[in-house]
Structures are given as C-alpha cells and as structure tokens.
C-alpha cells in the first residue's frame, strides 16, 4: 500500500521505517522535501497515489500560533488527499487534549482533530499520552539554576517508538472512524518523574513541587491518562530510561 507521511520528525522518521518494514510503500514528506503545509505547496505531489495519509506534522510553536498552523496545515491537507482520492488519514494527537482549554497548543490540536473529523476524507485519530523523549525538556523548561519546579500532574509517558508503531499498524488498515488512545504502562506525578529522571542521568538539579509550574499545571486531575479501552504499551520508564 502506498502510503504517504506528513511530517518526517520524532515520530514520522519512525512512522516511515515500521510501515516499509512491513512491506508498505511510504514516504516521509515535509519542508524538506519541498512540501509547505501553510501554503499548500507540494500537497498535491505528495498524497498523489497514496491510499492512506499520516498526518504527524507540528507547529513550530505552542502558543497562540499553533492554531493558525493547525487551521492552515488541515484547510489544505485534507481537500488535496480528497482530490487525490485518498481512502483514509490518520492524525497522531494526544490524550486528553480536548479537556486542557488552559494550553494554546491543545486547543490547537482539537482543532485540528475537529477539522479531521469534519473533513471529506475516512479518518483515523491516534492519541498518545506524553512521549518520554520529551520528559528532559519537560525539566528544563521550569528548571531556575539548580531547581526544577513541577506540579504534581498525573502522567502516563509512553516511548516514541511505540507510538509510532501505534500510528503505521492504524495506517495500514480500515479508517476506525473514531479515536484510539494509546499509552504508557505506568503513571507517574510529573514532580516524582522529574525527581526519577534526574537521579537516574546523574543530573545534580533538585526537584520542587509547585502545582502552578510549567504548561502542565493547566491540566487538572487524571486528564493525561489514558481512559479505559486505551492499548497499553509494554515498555517502563526505567527501562527506557537505562537504554538511553
């Protein structure tokens, strides 16, 4: 199956080599590769022949500006895979976006999910709890000299690698029409990942907790875990942790 992949970071680069291991004809397609999501230049080139397209761009930003990246990137997205005549799109977006109106970003990306989910053409949407490739810019983001500052929010990190293997076995098959959750197999407070994180990458800063620090302050209660129904990945923080 030809399938074409939008985006060609963390998970797209990855999204890519588990699709053309099992036999898939995909290809990554971004700014490099001349494809311009703001304008549309390049779309049409890259869903030409392709049955199914992944969608695993990102803005360049979180603010306020990610939903007019989101508004612009699906307002042209979706018509030339629809010109195109493709059968089915998979959007990569989070667990627990629509219920964070604090975060900018996820505002953003339940547009876009919105957007997806009006849109002319079968979709498939793939929320992934937070990825543990991002746990370390998660620290540094609130860290003031030697302290980092983090709330206590519950967190459920799952690896990029499984999410990407999440996102190609959805590609290759039927639209689900709806949404699939996927997740880590261990929650965590945010403020005691960070304290793990540290220890474990011999990292002298000290962990505070503050419950008003950083983005994820905003997300209240157990909104970044996964409900029930959710496909739980096997890989354990620690573990991922000591292969890095």
């Known amino acids: ?3 074409a ?3 060609t970071g963390l998970i797209g680069s990855q999204v890519v080599r588990d699709l053309v291991a099992a ?3 995909a290809a990554g397609h971004s700014r490099s590769t001349g494809l311009d999501l703001l ?3 390049g779309l049409d080139e890259a869903v030409r022949g392709a049955r199914a397209v992944v969608d695993v761009s990102n803005s360049p930003t979180f603010d306020e500006a990610s939903l007019g990246f989101f508004r612009a990137s699906a307002g042209h997205l979706l018509p030339a895979a629809a010109k195109a005549g493709v059968g089915h799109i998979v959007m990569l977006s989070i667990v627990g976006v629509d219920r964070v109106p604090g975060l900018a970003y996820y505002r953003a990306k339940t547009l876009q999910e919105n957007l ?3 849109g002319p053409v079968p979709y498939s949407i793939v929320r992934a709890t937070q990825f543990m490739e991002f746990i370390p810019a998660v620290l540094d983001a609130t860290t003031d000299g030697g302290v980092v500052r983090l709330p206590s929010t519950p967190v459920q990190p799952i690896s990029s690698a499984e999410v990407a293997a999440a996102v190609a076995e959805v590609a290759a098959g039927d639209p689900l029409l709806g949404t699939r959750e ?5 929650v965590f ?3 005691e990942l960070g304290r793990i994180t540290l220890e474990a990458t011999g990292d002298g800063r000290r962990v505070v907790t503050d ?3 950083g983005q994820f302050a905003a997300a209240e209660g157990d909104v970044l875990t996964a409900s029930d129904g959710a496909r739980i990945a096997a890989t354990r923080y620690r573990d991922w942790l000591r292969t890095r």
């Open 182 to 186: 996927i997740a880590g197999p261990e």
């Open 39 to 41: 304008t549309g230049a």
């Open 1 to 3: 199956m030809r399938i």
């Open 211 to 213: 419950e008003t620090a």
């Open 5 to 7: 992949v939008i985006g």
């Open 116 to 118: 997806v989910k009006a």
């Open 23 to 25: 036999g898939h004809d």
């Open 189 to 191: 407070p945010l403020d």
